[in-house]
T-cell receptor, first 112, second 114 residues
Framework: KAGVTQTPRYLIKTRGQQVTLSCSPISGHRSVSWYQQTPGQGLQFLFEYFSETQRNKGNFPGRFSGRQFSNSRSEMNVSTLELGDSALYLC???WGTGLEQYFGPGTRLTVT | AQSVTQLGSHVSVSEGALVLLRCNYSSSVPPYLFWYVQYPNQGLQLLLKYTSAATLVKGINGFEAEFKKSETSFHLTKPSAHMSDAAEYFCAVSEGGSNYKLTFGKGTLLTVNP
């Protein structure tokens, strides 16, 4: 069974631009969560979607948003990029209870 | 609110030696606890999880962890380190129920010396 896939793997953007990251969960998984990983703040929860609805949300500004499609694929969008948004963005999927989350390889975003 | 503290940002052991990575948690409800491993330029891989069943949990690659409620700890151990164990290890807690977010510790980088 294929694992969680994230595209693109690497991305370079300029301050002020916006970016969209994509995540395809493991087949059959209905929950998708997003995390930001930085050297300073570590791993921080962004949001979680289940059946196209945002179920949980972390403490990030409104510039960070996401959505989930009917096939459980998810996208996250960051608008008006700042230098501090440079990070590894990880997507995780689970059946729905969320107790076992399976992570993708991440998208490395660099903002210049 | 829940939190996780990992004691020691860097642990160095010799190949064949005991690996002990420490994790203490804080949670207002009975927690679900996890250990993840991250190799360079990769995502997180689940090593093991505690979900209120047996307090001694066995995971992949010879790792195990013991849940001690009185000490609010969930330390990760492996009897004999292998070079391939060199990676960063993260302890995480979840409240479960309707809140599925994982709260992670800062991570411990494990170095294995030949």
């Amino acid at each position: 069974k294929a694992g969680v896939t994230q595209t693109p793997r690497y991305l370079i953007k300029t301050r002020g631009q916006q970016v969209t990251l994509s995540c395809s969960p493991i087949s059959g998984h209905r929950s998708v969560s997003w995390y930001q990983q930085t050297p300073g703040q570590g791993l921080q929860f962004l949001f979680e979607y289940f059946s196209e609805t945002q179920r949980n949300k972390g403490n990030f500004p409104g510039r960070f948003s996401g959505r989930q499609f009917s096939n459980s694929r998810s996208e996250m969008n960051v608008s008006t990029l700042e230098l501090g948004d440079s990070a590894l963005y990880l997507c995780a999927s689970s059946w729905g209870t969320g107790l076992e989350q399976y992570f993708g390889p991440g998208t490395r975003l660099t903002v210049t | 609110a829940q939190s996780v503290t990992q004691l020691g940002s860097h642990v160095s052991v010799s190949e064949g030696a005991l690996v002990l990575l420490r994790c203490n948690y804080s949670s207002s409800v009975p927690p679900y606890l996890f250990w993840y491993v991250q190799y360079p330029n990769q995502g997180l891989q689940l090593l093991l999880k505690y979900t209120s069943a047996a307090t001694l949990v066995k995971g992949i690659n010879g790792f195990e962890a013991e849940f001690k409620k009185s000490e609010t700890s969930f330390h990760l151990t492996k009897p004999s380190a292998h070079m391939s164990d060199a990676a960063e290890y993260f302890c995480a807690v979840s409240e479960g129920g309707s809140n599925y977010k994982l709260t992670f510790g800062k991570g411990t980088l494990l170095t294995v010396n030949p």
